[in-house]
């Protein structure tokens, strides 16, 4: 068998989500490893030794001035060259919640923000994605429906019009929020838990390997994390996700 | 040094923020505020040109797209307010904690921006509609508080600390002299809560010293002799008279007699740690340990509710890491008052409970999502009692690979603290909170209030984990009340040391040394390192951006010797200050129960269909009862990904669950911890000994719900009680401990932690105390095999069957229903007592819960407040199917409403029923009814139809808002 890809789960400060990805990246076949910030920084570890890149969920910097502005401001004071060699070398990038809304003000997936939620709140429930596109190498060929939580205070993804329309004719929409039957949220709560436009869960970059995505597949890969799971329903669909990731770095 | 002042606002007015301030000010009765916008204020100290202001503005401070900024040199001619409108500007005070401008400054420094040195924060309100009078009580109750921030209407300085010169400052504090009522002063004038019989022994020693005690002295002797360190009243030798007739008796410490007598009768194997480390420890599956500890916040949550709360939450947390482990779960059970109260019926110097729910809840919210722990397990309660005196219970539950937790500092190792700087916050926590609270107190102990970052404390649990693991330390303590005299002290109870206080980093300049050894500044921990150790801890701290101050060592001379800039400012001897503090000698009254109410019984009364769902529906929606989603959403309970059974579930994820359900990722195989709590003041105000056996069997009986073993669950207890030096509310708490014995031993299930927050009373300026209902809290932790074999409330199938498990003795003492039908206006029912607990139990709880191992119940939920019918509508709730049920012969009120212990309704499916059945054989077990289709609660009694209620009406009630 193919030797596993090394995934990079980035830690900064206020990360916290990153033991939940890298369980689900072991599951999916990847060999993660949990690199503090700083260790990059002083060059005691490098992006290009690792075939993946995961920024995981958390508070870095504990959201002061706006959730992910200050990680997206280290990554480009320290790691701007290291980050677009890896983009362009085509391996898979992952940015979940705190790691979309730095990936988004990095500059790393295209403009338009993550701001506060419409309800005002931060909110902790399960909800249904879609995965849409083709383009994107995390969702190509998922054919189910994804259950997962979303706990987040600042996801609702807001862009202008023309942003807007490129990202759709670019097939640049990866996952949206859809009702538990799969028909389309159209902007209404709580299907849509932020207010998102075109009920917008996750984005990819043109290429289609750096995925950024609101909600926590990570924690959706075990049967009995699924709220229904007493009544016989649900069962790890967050996993299929990470297995595409995994399988994608593993053939490059 | 030049100063700019920015404002930063949302290009769209309706920003939520501003949105949620309208709605809370018009609920605060502002009615003629026509518009609120909340906007974000910056002053940056140092050399910016206009170029750089703009860039920094567009790089750091705004969001482009959401936002915009302005700046201006300050100070400057104030600008006019917009036509129209008020502005009123917050600032906190100086000192007080701002991590938003660290991150500014250090920010800004990664951008390039040289020139800028210091940074502070601060909120700016356009108002409309507002006279300035109302503005400025606006500011008052809502937008600003006093305790923590400066406020003015127009535009406000910024709030840079005071470049005050270091002090070294020493003042001896002479009492070798002094006569009682000298003692008695100082003991006031340094707040340090201490009565004749200890300052005695304070001079009594200084004395034998031949000299007085340094102001350091005094004040880390009344921090580790206070109520809250050292927990006098339940070590107190009690005189307890019975008014009821029964023997005149002496209880010895409370603790000792009931509470820990309790854990060694016991004496359970998997039991590793009770009542000696900062948590109590029992094993999980062989490999690993779980530890749990719940602590109360109670006075500073009252006078700043999201610091006190949050810094509850961030306390709490420190003690799971005390004993090593990784914190995987948070718990927090609240009271407050009622969030209907108007003003005028508050005390004076009281914050609205509406605020103080809200600000406790952002607290609570902020610590435990930041830090990435899941919030999984609480409660919320109501009482007028309460409002003066909010109740804030937070919890943390840990784990780590058996025996890794290091308790042995050895001669030489060095005393390190770890986390964040030191300041002026929270001094005197210790004897503040162990003190009655009044009108000034929110002035006074300002200082007592700490304010919390998360993000510091997060990067101790990346630290010490890995340094536990690598065997870096030989010992650690957080430092929570007393700061650095308690932890260092504690740690060096038995060696002694010797430390430098000039090594600590201060966050400003200009504490004496006593400010600097008494400060509970946050998220600081101390450990006992090997000098060969340090290097290889230095840089793990550096890796993760913890600071490390070395302080001084471990030296076994046996004494407690603090030093500033190398002069001796402490130096005790542990023997004393660890032993020294005399027992409290007091008296208690028992057998004086309140006169149970004389009102006509509502018995023989003819009970209407339309009496029966009015109750029902008014139950629902009673406040202690009805859904507390709103709250339980803002908390993240999903992260670390190991929560199997949620706060909420059923179908629609709106239904209560009975008990929490964690499956830690990192433990191999499925073995679980589950977690629960019982809480009942309406008891507690009637009956202490049976309100205490009732809590207990309701944090048993909620374990047992989802699948526990009843056979391996531990407790906690948390006491909040009025002041104890008055007889009877001593003598209740003597009732409540002795419940707790006796429960303990009936189900078998040991204390192994536990904390008790006495004088929990309110001298109003009005000159009336105002002390809170007897509050005992228990907090359960079990242990299941396989969590995939837990059980939820919500019914599953139609056509399933419904029992009634357990000792079913309905009474109207205490219950809920008495409650409404009281408000309600209506016949209320006669006084009764509250429920006793059967000595069956036990053997019910074994019984179900080897049904459920064996895979043969569907749902369980527990009868609580509002008894059998809102147990069974509940489960309707959350499976969105009917019940049809059929009482057994009996008055209905009672039967539906009145309140028992022991007792759940069990969903099973009719193939499992003669299995179910013969498992209870000799065992209280009843019929009910059916699960149905067709969404509605119909019920009957003997066959004659009493009521039906569409299951959306339940859903309807159920989801009244808490306000």
């Known amino acids: ?252 | 040094m030049p100063v700019y002042r920015f404002i930063v606002r949302f290009r769209r007015a309706d920003d939520p923020r501003s949105v949620g301030l309208l709605a809370d000010a018009h609920a605060l009765g502002f009615t003629a505020l026509t518009r609120l916008e909340c906007q974000d204020l910056v002053f940056i100290e140092g050399q910016l040109s206009p170029e750089e202001c703009q860039q920094l503005a567009l790089s750091l401070l705004i969001d482009p797209l959401t936002q915009v900024a302005e700046w201006r040199a300050w100070p400057a001619p104030p600008a006019d307010p917009p036509p129209g409108a008020l502005v009123v500007e917050v600032a906190l005070r100086p000192g007080v904690t701002d991590p938003v401008a660290d991150e500014i400054v250090r920010a800004a420094g990664e951008l390039g921006f040289a020139g800028l040195r210091r940074a502070s924060t601060g909120l700016r309100f356009v108002l409309e509609g507002l006279q300035a009078e109302a503005a400025e009580r606006l500011a008052d109750g809502l937008l600003a508080n006093g305790v923590i921030q400066r406020w003015t209407v127009g535009e406000i300085p910024p709030s840079f600390p005071q470049q005050s010169a270091s002090s070294g400052e020493v003042a001896q504090i002479p009492l070798r002299q002094a006569d009682a009522e000298g003692l008695l002063a100082v003991s006031r004038a340094r707040r340090a809560a201490l009565d004749l019989a200890e300052m005695q022994a304070i001079q009594a020693y200084f004395r034998r010293q031949g000299r007085e005690p340094t102001d350091v002295e005094f004040e880390t002797i009344a921090q580790t002799w206070s109520e809250h360190c050292v927990h006098k009243t339940f070590k107190a030798l009690i005189e307890v008279e019975d008014l009821a007739g029964g023997q005149a008796f002496t209880v010895n410490g409370l603790f000792q007699t009931y509470i820990r007598a309790a854990t060694e009768k016991i004496a359970a194997p998997w039991v590793l740690s009770a009542f000696v480390d900062n948590a109590g420890i029992i094993d999980l599956d062989g490999e690993n340990e779980i530890s749990f500890k719940v602590e109360t916040h109670n006075h500073p949550s009252a006078i700043e509710p999201f610091g006190g709360a949050n810094t509850g939450v961030g306390g709490v947390i420190r003690d799971v890491l005390g004993v090593s482990h990784k914190p995987v779960a948070n718990t927090d059970v609240l009271c407050f008052g009622m969030q209907t109260a108007s003003c005028d019926d508050l005390p004076a110097g009281v914050l609205h409970p509406r605020r103080i729910l809200s600000g406790v809840v952002a607290g609570v919210q902020d610590y435990g999502n930041k830090m990435g722990i899941p919030t999984v397990n609480g409660a919320i309660l109501f009482d007028p009692g309460y409002a003066a005196n909010p109740l804030v219970f937070c919890g943390t539950v840990g784990i780590a690979p058996r025996r890794l937790h290091p308790r042995q500092p050895r001669r030489g190792d060095r005393v390190v603290v770890l986390g964040g700087g030191t300041g002026r916050d929270g001094l005197r926590g210790a004897t503040f909170s162990s003190m009655t609270m009044d009108a000034q107190t929110g002035e006074v102990a300002g200082a007592s209030v700490q304010i919390g970052n998360p993000i510091v404390e997060k990067g101790l649990v990346d630290v010490i984990l890995p340094a536990r693991d690598r065997r870096l330390y030989t010992a650690i303590t957080d430092c929570g009340a007393g700061g650095l005299s308690s932890a260092v002290g504690e740690m060096a109870a038995g060696l002694g040391c010797e430390v430098e206080l000039a090594h600590v980093r201060l966050k400003y300049p200009g504490l004496a040394p006593w400010e600097i050894w008494l400060s509970e500044a946050q998220e600081r921990m101390v450990l006992a390192v090997p000098p060969q150790n340090l290097p290889a801890l230095r840089e793990l701290c550096a890796v993760h951006n913890v600071d490390l101050m070395d302080l001084g060592e471990f030296t076994g001379s046996g004494r407690l010797v603090v030093r500033y800039r190398g002069r001796v400012v402490l130096d005790l001897d542990n023997q004393f200050l660890h032993h020294g503090l005399p027992q409290r000698r007091l008296r208690a009254v028992v057998g004086r129960h309140p006169p149970l109410s004389s009102r006509p019984s509502a018995a023989g009364e003819t009970v209407s269909a339309s009496r029966l769902t009015d109750s029902l529906l008014a139950l629902l929606a009673h406040p202690n009862i009805a859904s507390k989603a709103e709250v339980i959403r803002i908390y993240d309970h999903e992260v670390q990904g190991g929560t199997a059974v949620k706060p909420l579930t059923g179908v629609q994820m709106d239904a209560p669950s009975d008990a929490c359900v964690l499956r830690p990722l990192g433990a191999r195989g499925q073995a679980g911890i589950a977690l629960a709590n019982g809480i009942n003041p309406e008891y507690g105000k009637r009956d202490a000994y049976r309100m205490a056996m009732a809590v207990v069997d309701e944090a048993v009986r909620n374990l047992v719900a989802v699948g526990a073993d009843p056979g391996r669950i531990a407790l906690l207890d948390n006491f909040c009680w009025g002041d104890p030096l008055r007889p009877e509310t001593l003598g209740a708490l003597v009732e409540a401990a002795r419940g707790c014995h006796d429960a303990a031993l009936l189900f078998g299930a040991p204390f192994i932690s536990g904390k008790d927050s006495l004088n929990n009373e309110y001298l109003g300026a009005d000159g009336q105390r105002h002390a809170i209902p007897p509050t005992l809290l228990i907090s359960s932790i079990g242990v299941m095999a396989d969590v995939r074999r837990a059980v939820t409330m919500d019914l599953k199938e139609a056509g399933n069957l419904l029992y009634l498990a357990g000792e079913f003795a309905p009474t109207f003492g205490g219950s809920h229903f008495d409650l409404i039908a009281s408000e309600g206006g209506r016949l209320p029912v006669a006084g009764e007592p509250v429920p006793a607990v059967s000595a069956v139990t036990p053997r019910v709880y074994a019984a179900l819960h080897r049904t459920i191992a064996a895979g043969l119940v569907r749902a369980a939920h527990d009868l609580s407040e509002g008894g059998l019918a809102v147990a069974a509508a509940e489960m309707c709730i959350g499976g969105r199917l009917g019940l049809d049920l059929d009482l057994p012969p009996g008055d209905p009120l009672r039967l539906l409403f009145g309140e028992t212990t022991g007792c759940l309704l069990v969903e099973v499916a009719p193939q499992q029923a003669e299995a179910f059945e013969a498992a209870f054989h000799g065992l209280p077990l009843g019929k009910l009814g059916r699960v149905a289709e067709t969404p509605a609660l119909t019920v009957s009694a003997g066959g004659r139809p009493l009521f039906r209620l569409p299951v959306s009406d339940l859903v309807a009630a159920w989801n009244t808002p808490l306000r």
């Open chain 1, 1 to 252: 068998m193919m030797t596993k890809p090394k995934a990079l789960i980035l830690l900064a400060h206020g990360t916290n989500r990153d033991q939940d990805a890298a369980e689900a990246l072991t599951l999916a076949g990847a060999a993660p490893e949990t690199v503090p910030l700083n260790l990059l920084r002083e060059g005691r570890r490098r992006f290009d030794e690792y075939q993946m890149l995961v920024l995981p969920g958390g508070f870095s910097y504990a959201d002061a001035l706006g959730a992910g502005k200050l990680l997206a401001i280290d990554l480009r004071a320290y790691f701007s060259d290291q980050i677009q060699a890896f983009v362009a070398s085509g391996r898979p990038v992952i940015g979940i919640c705190n790691g979309f809304q730095a990936l988004v003000k990095a500059g790393l997936l295209p403009g338009g923000t993550l701001t506060f939620n419409a309800g005002g709140r931060f909110e902790c429930r399960w909800v249904t994605l879609r995965p849409v596109s083709a383009a994107c190498i995390w969702t190509r060929g998922l054919e189910d429906l994804i259950a997962c939580p979303v706990a987040h205070g600042e996801g609702n993804f807001q862009a202008s019009e023309p942003l807007l329309s490129a990202l759709r004719s670019g097939d640049q929409i990866a996952l949206t929020y859809v009702l538990p039957d799969g028909s389309p949220a159209e902007g209404a709560y709580p299907a849509n838990p932020n207010g998102s436009l075109l009920d917008i869960a996750g984005l990819c970059n043109p290429a289609g390997n750096v995925l950024g995505l609101m909600p926590h597949p990570e924690n959706h890969i075990h049967p009995w994390q699924h709220p229904l799971w007493t009544r016989r329903a649900g069962g790890r669909s967050g996993l299929p996700l990470f297995e595409n990731g995994v399988r994608y770095a593993a053939q490059l």
